[in-house]
Nanobody, 120 residues
């Protein structure tokens, strides 16, 4: 089994910065991609940013130029640096990973989520 553990959420003022991290642990054979999604109250979960094993990055238009996703392959960890935060960035942020747990078994894993609140 694979687990994703997130950390780094909290309260920040508008214009401030916050960093999130997520580490995959357990039975990991190969990580295809890892990334972040978020869900604001009353809204559907949406993609924030992802990075795949080839080093390709994807960002939501709403966070381009403000958020940066990075990864440490040796630690099976993905980071999200969030700058110039806005009230509309307030949401529960979920780590996601497409991971092979062995040579043939592949699944889509989710963390439990970490709350980011942007408010003065």
């Amino acid at each position: 089994q694979v687990q994703l553990g997130e950390s780094g959420g909290g309260l920040v003022q508008p214009g401030g910065s916050l960093g999130l991290s997520c580490t995959a642990s357990g039975s990991i054979f190969r990580i295809i991609s890892m990334g972040w999604y978020r869900q604001a109250p009353g809204k559907e979960r949406e993609l924030v940013a992802t990075v795949n094993s080839g080093g390709a990055y994807t960002y939501a238009d709403s966070v381009k130029g403000r958020f940066t996703i990075s990864r440490d392959n040796a630690l099976n960890t993905v980071y999200l640096q969030m700058n110039s935060l806005k009230a509309e960035d307030t949401a529960v942020y979920y780590c996601n990973g497409y991971i092979y747990s062995d040579y043939v078994n592949f699944s889509d894993y989710w963390g439990k989520g970490t709350l980011v609140t942007v408010s003065s």
